[in-house]
């Protein structure tokens, strides 16, 4: 009988190192990697930090892997994550629309109120979306 709970604290304790040592995020949500920045995911720290807190090493581990990978992040907080498939593209003749139309344009496509007098504005004009993510990448750090 003693043996027989040895074997399953064994087992228990070989299943949560693995399980650390793959990293959570990495396991939970491997569709993330790749994400450079953003908001940290809190359930991916407390389950890495609980890691740490039972086991150090592998839960430096899980912390290292998760930061290294991305998964630590929450999708789509990232300044940089910009993607093709996100971009909406609005036609409207520039000749026959104003600069206060335009803002306005804006308004009704996505809901933020612009000003082409706050700071850090640029109005550039693009041929394609392509020409957009290509400034994008300049303009973002």
């Not at 907080?77 to 498939?85: F, P």
């Not at 409207?92 to 809901?111: M, R």
């Amino acid at each position: 009988m003693l043996i027989k709970i040895g074997k399953t604290i064994c087992v228990l304790i070989c299943a949560v190192l693995i399980f650390q040592m793959a990293a959570c995020g990495v396991i939970l949500y491997p569709e993330r990697k790749g994400q450079v920045s953003g908001r940290i995911d809190v359930d991916v720290a407390l389950l890495d930090g609980i890691g740490l807190l039972f086991f150090l090493i592998p839960g430096i581990i899980a912390y290292a892997v998760d930061f290294s990978t991305g998964t630590i992040y929450l999708p789509g907080t990232s300044r940089s994550s910009l993607d093709i498939k996100d971009i909406k593209e609005v036609k409207f003749d520039p000749k026959n629309n104003s600069i206060a139309s335009i803002e306005e344009i804006i308004k009704n496509q996505t809901g933020y109120d612009v000003s082409q007098y706050q700071s850090r504005m640029q109005i550039v004009k693009l041929e394609s979306s392509e020409d957009m993510l290509a400034h994008f990448e300049q303009a973002l750090p």
